[in-house]
């Protein structure tokens, strides 16, 4: 068997007889390539306007780095702020930038869905927009992808000392629960720096409105029998403004709807509504010429 390497992709093909065969694999091998290098970034956004223009420029200047076929996603969930102004400017200078706004407050979960649901390329890569990690590891991330063959990369924190001992507190006991109660090997489940293959998002369902949804997606992903791996990465925490995610009534929501959804997520009932469908990835363009020929040859 013969390997075809194209950026960070390898597609596999029986050894070709003739040149006719070679170019069968020229076609396979760029069609292949291209999948992989498609990818949708997006970003939840609530009063976000500290950050917004900081984080696209800099999505934009890496992610133009790895590919031409990319997607800036912001999703603004009814910012109060200049989060929809700033994020419309963005979009109407750069072709890659996309923006869905949410009328009414949905959270961190319904941000989370409607970022998921609207992505159109193969692969989808989550970030906060406070940028906790440098998004240079996205490169990383989906090289790590194609070596392990995983439908699922999460990023965990190597050091969390900066945001004092009550978060971490918070963290290491709801890690440990997850862990516990659905017996995953996950070490930083809620951490906004996951890469996720487009055939999980046609696969699960997701509830949750609230911060369960990493643990929802994670758990319905691996009891999928779909391939979860994770790697550690430097963490930068937030400068401007102020986290919402430790406040109280955060942590009485996720509690809730882990008990609400524990049975389903446990053990997950056949997909009724995925949280994306295949008609929702954009086509590739047609093949050229030499694939044409590949073909009739």
Known sequence: MRLCAKDDGLVGQPSPPAASGRLAIAAVCQVG???LLRRSLFFPAWNE????????ARALAVLSKLTRDFEILIVNDASTDRTQEISEALAARHTQVKVHTHTVNQKLGGAIRTG??????????????????DLNQIERAIDLMSYLEADMIC???FDRTTEGVKRIAYSYLYNLLIRSLFDVKIKDINFSFKVIHRRVLESIELKSQGSFIDAELVVKAIRRGFRVFQMGVDYFPRSRGVSTLASP????????????LY?????PPETETPIRTPSAV???PAPAASSRKAKTA
């Open 282 to 284: 954009e086509k590739l």
């Open 33 to 35: 390539a291209a999948l």
């Open 263 to 267: 049975p389903e997520t446990l053990r």
């Open 49 to 56: 306007e500290d950050y917004v223009e900081r984080a696209v």
């Open 116 to 133: 998921l649901t609207h992505s159109t390329k193969e692969i989808v890569v989550y970030s906060d927009v406070d940028l906790p990690f």
């Open 249 to 260: 009534q955060v942590i009485a929501k996720m509690l809730r709807e882990l008990v609400a």
């Open 155 to 157: 990023a965990f924190r």
